[in-house]
Nanobody, 130 residues
Framework: EVQLVESGGGLVQAGGSLRLSCVAS????????IGWFRQAPGEEREGVSC????????YYADSAKGRFTISRDNVKNTVTLQMNSLKPEDTGIYYC?????????????WGTGPTVADYWGQGTQVTVSS
């Protein structure tokens, strides 16, 4: 059974930090990019960041560059998103997701929308107060 289990969400003041973790199981991680989507109230789900389990290539949305860092531990099947200098606009439900790296896919496809993902976690709430 494929599972993506998130942890680490919460409430933080603007300027603070949070670390999200996603533990993956039930599939061969080497063939996938794993990362995070965010969905704010009333908005579409958008790709924030991902990392390829095969070669470590990363993608960051423009809103995340310079503030968020994604990393992976292939032994523990865990992907971590360190979020610093958080802003109220970072508020939303953060979903861990996995996308199979097909030959015609690029890491930047993460930014094209949620249809790129094959598997989803249940989501974790991040709230940044001003």
């Amino acid at each position: 059974e494929v599972q993506l289990v998130e942890s680490g969400g919460g409430l933080v003041q603007a300027g603070g930090s949070l670390r999200l973790s996603c533990v993956a199981s039930g599939f061969t991680l080497d063939d996938y990019a794993i990362g995070w989507f965010r969905q704010a109230p009333g908005e579409e789900r958008e790709g924030v960041s991902c990392i390829s389990s095969r070669d470590g290539m990363t993608y960051y949305a423009d809103s995340a560059k310079g503030r968020f860092t994604i990393s992976r531990d292939n032994v523990k099947n865990t992907v971590t998103l360190q979020m610093n200098s958080l802003k109220p606009e970072d508020t939303g439900i953060y979903y861990c997701a996995a996308a199979k790296m097909q030959p015609d896919r690029r890491i930047t496809d993460w930014g094209t929308g949620p249809t790129v993902a094959d598997y989803w976690g249940q989501g974790t709430q991040v709230t940044v107060s001003s």
